[in-house]
């Protein structure tokens, strides 16, 4: 019974936190060449395209679209929920999704993960990552990082 309240809990400060910050942050402009990140926290993805990633923890996955492609490995418990969202509780493993309008939610330890299509990351924790503007950190304190999710560099 606590696990479940812990999961609900980070799932809402997820969502709350997501919400608060996107409407007052402004998001960094669009750049070429995908999104690397590693770290310990919450990644937040949404978008259209794919992203690869592995970390231990709770994984969510939302199929906006109606056509995304998920394929998870390792361990965990997979729960459905009425609204579309797919949670993987006790995640241990890896993860790939690809769609034309998913969102992609992982809190843990031990994240790392490679996205590219349209979209926008939002990242709280301790981390780093990379993208065509360069590299950055990710961090607890303010409102976390935002990176742009595009096409790889051609």
């Known amino acids: 019974m606590l696990k479940k309240v812990l999961t609900l809990i980070i799932v809402v400060m997820a969502i709350a936190l997501v919400a608060a910050t996107a409407a007052s942050a402004q998001e960094p402009e669009a750049t070429d060449g995908g999104l690397g990140a590693r770290g310990d926290g919450i990644a937040v993805l949404r978008g259209t395209g794919m992203v690869d990633l592995s970390g231990n923890g709770t994984l969510w996955v939302k199929d906006l679209g109606g056509d995304a492609i998920i394929r998870v490995t390792g361990t965990g418990h997979k729960k459905e929920f009425s609204d579309g969202w797919i949670q993987y509780a006790g995640f241990d493993g890896a993860a790939h999704v690809a769609g034309s309008r998913v969102h992609v939610i992982l809190a843990g ?31 607890t304190a303010g409102s976390g990082a935002y990176a742009r999710v595009t096409e790889a560099a051609e």
Do not use: K, Q
Not at 113 to 124: D, I, K, N
């Open 109 to 139: 330890v031990d994240i790392n993960l490679v996205a590219f299509g349209h979209g926008s990351a939002y990242l709280w924790g301790h981390g780093t990552y990379h993208n065509a503007d360069g590299t950055g950190e990710w961090h």
